[in-house]
């Protein structure tokens, strides 16, 4: 049974299932790559990581007064610089499919919150959110190191590499300052209008749910890495299938498109 819905997981997510990580390419860029290379990467990767993009537009969604946002961000943002630039400089590393499985239930616990469901269905008083974002942020800033620790950092002394590090985290930095002026011009838009009284709950469970799709995507990279033999084919042969997979789904949308 557990095959059968990764298996469908698999085909419900073709184009992302391989997605926000550290490619070939970027690995092999790094290797004589500048510090503004590593900003660059470290831009991209926020902006082009959907789970820590959708944690933040939790984070912010219902937040109106300008220093609540920056006092929230403020703390999201040194939680995760804490551990990308202490675990990646200190070697500390864990199975990223694992790292990204808890920042997807980040994102649900954010949906949740915002509807007040601790309240209205498990009667309890929510933790306090300051704290929980905090935690979070340091979550989400292991698995950044994650991917940040596939790339070569200490071809050149300690001190070299920390700059690296320092590099990347600045490059995450300017990709969530980018991401969250988009959110926030477009969140500013919506509240004027009627709909957002009327779907800002809806919204919010929609959340939940891509944390949870998220969840079962992360968990199905996962069982495939660690127990490749239960399911057929090994780890490497499973990234061609899924390859192979998106390229012919995209030869047949180019087909039915003449």
């Given at each position: 049974?557990?095959?059968?819905?990764?298996?469908?997981?698999?085909?419900?997510?073709?184009?992302?299932?391989?997605?926000?990580?550290?490619?070939?390419?970027?690995?092999?860029?790094?290797?004589?790559?500048?510090?503004?290379?590593?900003?660059?990467?470290?831009?991209?990767?926020?902006?082009?990581?959907?789970?820590?993009?959708?944690?933040?537009?939790?984070?912010?969604?219902?937040?109106?007064?300008?220093?609540?946002?920056?006092?929230?961000?403020?703390?999201?943002?040194?939680?995760?610089?804490?551990?990308?630039?202490?675990?990646?400089?200190?070697?500390?590393?864990?199975?990223?499919?694992?790292?990204?499985?808890?920042?997807?239930?980040?994102?649900?616990?954010?949906?949740?919150?915002?509807?007040?469901?601790?309240?209205?269905?498990?009667?309890?008083?929510?933790?306090?959110?300051?704290?929980?974002?905090?935690?979070?942020?340091?979550?989400?800033?292991?698995?950044?190191?994650?991917?940040?620790?596939?790339?070569?950092?200490?071809?050149?002394?300690?001190?070299?590499?920390?700059?690296?590090?320092?590099?990347?985290?600045?490059?995450?930095?300017?990709?969530?300052?980018?991401?969250?002026?988009?959110?926030?011009?477009?969140?500013?838009?919506?509240?004027?209008?009627?709909?957002?009284?009327?779907?800002?709950?809806?919204?919010?469970?929609?959340?939940v749910l891509a944390g949870f799709l998220l969840f079962l995507m992360q968990i199905h990279g996962y069982q495939h890495t660690k127990y490749p033999d239960d399911f057929g084919f090994n780890e490497d042969a499973h990234f061609h299938w899924h390859l192979e997979n998106k390229a012919a789904n995209e030869e047949t949308t180019t087909h039915d498109n003449l």
């Open positions: 049974m557990n095959k059968i819905l990764f298996v469908l997981i698999s085909f419900a997510f073709p184009a992302i299932s391989w997605a926000h990580g550290i490619s070939e390419a970027d690995k092999a860029a790094m290797i004589d790559g500048g510090y503004l290379r590593y900003i660059s990467l470290g831009a991209t990767h926020m902006i082009t990581g959907y789970d820590h993009l959708l944690f933040l537009l939790g984070v912010i969604f219902l937040l109106t007064n300008v220093k609540d946002i920056v006092k929230f961000i403020s703390v999201f943002t040194l939680g995760h610089s804490i551990t990308l630039i202490f675990a990646t400089f200190s070697g500390i590393t864990a199975n990223y499919f694992l790292i990204d499985a808890v920042i997807a239930l980040s994102v649900c616990y954010k949906g949740f919150d915002n509807n007040d469901w601790f309240k209205n269905y498990l009667g309890i008083k929510a933790p306090n959110i300051l704290m929980m974002v905090f935690v979070f942020g340091l979550i989400h800033g292991f698995g950044l190191s994650t991917r940040l620790q596939q790339l070569p950092l200490g071809d050149h002394g300690s001190m070299g590499m920390l700059l690296r590090i320092i590099s990347f985290n600045i490059g995450v930095e300017v990709g969530q300052i980018v991401a969250l002026c988009v959110m926030l011009i477009l969140l500013q838009a919506w509240r004027k209008r009627d709909s957002f009284k009327n779907f800002s709950r809806v919204a919010n469970d929609a959340l």
